[in-house]
């Protein structure tokens, strides 16, 4: 398959904290618009699974319970890019990279990054859609039994997320991840704050940084996810949008 050259490279980068939902509206918004959805993890895992050199060096430092040295998920990750490039592919939407300033100063460095989509949700949100994760472990399927409903107030707007409730089959079945408890979430997004308003600021300085606000489940975000993408094809997040 051969790439058309008049289509515009799609560099994309999604951010956002654990539970935001950022894993399943990247692989939406890379299926509508033909660009593959890289996940690091994914990358580091195929990795570790095939058994490579590097392979082997990351299996020991994440079964030590360390993180991954910024060279070593570079690398992963280039080969990964080089590979698409050759390939003909017409972008990229990266999901949880870069972590860290330093991996994105490398990134801009390597490729023309278009925009930063960073999806934020309220914390209050985002700690009761993690507690109400639950694992069908029969079938193996997820639910979220939290029913989200926040009321507008000080400028902020109203919160609508129903759960996403299992079939009466799944239903004896349920289980909650034992890190799923409120100390637990709370640590996780603190960390993620941590480690993410760096590369937030890093991104914005640069006007490549798009907030965008989570306030309802997928499928009603979705309508007004996608248009906001179209809005970006063929432009950089602080150029002025392209008259049609
Ligand atoms: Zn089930």
């Not at 033909?34 to 990795?47: K, Q, V, W």
Request: aromatic content about 6%.
């Amino acid at each position: 398959m051969s790439t058309d050259a008049a289509q515009p490279q799609l560099n994309w980068v999604f951010l956002g904290p654990p539970g935001v939902g950022k894993g399943t509206y990247a692989t939406r918004a890379a299926k509508a618009f033909g660009i593959p959805h890289i996940a690091t993890g994914d990358l580091i895992r195929a990795e570790i699974a095939a058994g490579t050199d590097m392979g082997k060096q990351m299996k020991a430092i994440v079964n030590s319970g360390k993180l991954l040295p910024d060279a070593m998920v570079q690398e992963v990750l280039q080969a990964r890019l080089a590979k698409g490039r050759a390939e003909g592919e017409r972008g990229f939407l990266l999901d949880g990279f870069p972590r860290t300033r330093a991996q994105a100063e490398q990134l801009v460095q390597s490729v023309d990054v278009g925009l930063v989509l960073n999806m934020s949700l309220r914390e209050e949100v985002l700690v009761e859609k993690c507690m109400g994760r639950r694992l069908c472990r029969h079938c193996g399927k997820n639910y979220n039994i939290a029913d989200i409903y926040l009321p507008a107030s000080g400028g902020r707007p109203e919160i609508i997320m129903p759960p996403l409730s299992p079939p009466p089959e799944c239903a004896p079945h349920l289980e909650t991840r034992a890190d799923d408890t409120e100390p637990v979430i709370r640590h996780r997004l603190e960390v993620y704050k941590r480690e993410a308003t760096p590369v937030e600021d890093f991104f914005r300085q640069r006007g490549l940084l798009v907030d965008f606000e989570i306030t309802a489940g997928i499928p009603e975000t979705l309508p007004y996810l996608m248009p906001l993408l179209q809005s970006y094809v063929g432009r950089r997040a602080n150029e002025p949008p392209v008259k049609a």
